[in-house]
């Protein structure tokens, strides 16, 4: 339902769905009890699907493998890919026809390492996505951005063919996280209200991203995502 109305009602072009009950540290769910959900949202939006795990090697390497298999030829985008786990879901994506979302922290060299890796694979250059690693606004956006910066230059000025991948940014979930996203007004005051700040970081996070070159970014907040798309209209004029 969700899903629907993100794309109806919100204008979502595409869907990440993070299997977050999969979650070790959480619930730690088995890579079956995800399926019936990945199904729901297939079949409730035409738009692109991006199935997110928690970040554990072990449990992503799981469950990812498994949700690339049961939905084969449907072009998920799996996310995250790292290096220690590219191998198996990298031939899962070859496999099954489904697109990898490379994660590397927020280095230039890391990222052009596991590209070539999931290209020596056997992925094709135009089945990867690359995540630098996003930091929010006033949580390293700037070493981010210069990062991407370099990223970019890499592949447009000095033409390596390595790093002409596209860039995701994961901005919503790391916003929501921090600090002043969460505090209350009684606690900081001096920020204003809550709710709106949050809005306000979003949504200068994701512009920031867009700037320097990203491709797609995952946001969370409808009224941020309204907002970014006025500043994308704007630019554009």
Same mark, same amino acid.
């Given at each position: 339902a969700w899903a629907k109305k993100d794309v109806e009602q919100y204008g979502a072009e595409l869907i990440c769905l993070k299997l977050q009950s999969t979650d070790p540290n959480g619930k730690n769910a088995g890579a079956e009890s995800v399926l019936p959900?990945?199904?729901? &949202?297939? $079949? %409730?939006?035409? &738009?692109?699907? #991006?199935? %997110? +795990?928690? %970040?554990? *090697? =072990?449990?992503?390497?799981e469950v990812l493998r498994k949700v690339a298999e049961k939905f084969e030829q449907k072009n998920l985008v799996l996310w995250p &890919? =790292?290096?220690?786990?590219? $191998? *198996?879901? +990298?031939? +899962? %994506? #070859?496999?099954?026809g489904h697109t990898i979302g490379a994660s590397t922290p927020i280095d230039v060299n890391l990222a052009k390492q596991l590209n070539t890796l999931l290209e020596n694979l056997g992925v094709k250059s135009d089945k990867i996505l690359m995540d630098p690693t996003t930091g929010a606004l006033g949580y +390293? #956006?700037? /070493?981010? /951005?210069?990062?991407? =910066?370099r990223d970019r230059m890499a592949a447009l000025v000095q033409q390596d063919e390595k790093m002409q991948k596209p860039l995701i940014n994961f901005v919503g979930p790391e916003v929501w996280k921090i600090k002043e996203t969460n505090q209350t007004q009684a606690e900081a005051p001096q920020l204003g209200e809550q709710k709106l700040r949050g809005i306000i970081y979003e949504a200068v996070t994701a512009v920031m991203t867009l700037i320097v070159g990203s491709d797609i970014v995952v946001m969370l907040h409808p009224d941020a995502i309204a907002y970014t798309k006025k500043i994308i209209a704007e630019l554009l004029k």
């Open positions: 959900t990945v199904e729901k &949202v297939l $079949k %409730a939006v035409d &738009v692109p699907l #991006i199935v %997110a +795990g928690v %970040a554990n *090697i =072990e449990k992503d390497r &890919v =790292e290096e220690a786990n590219h $191998k *198996i879901l +990298g031939a +899962g %994506a #070859i496999s099954f +390293g #956006i700037e /070493y981010c /951005y210069s990062v991407m =910066e």
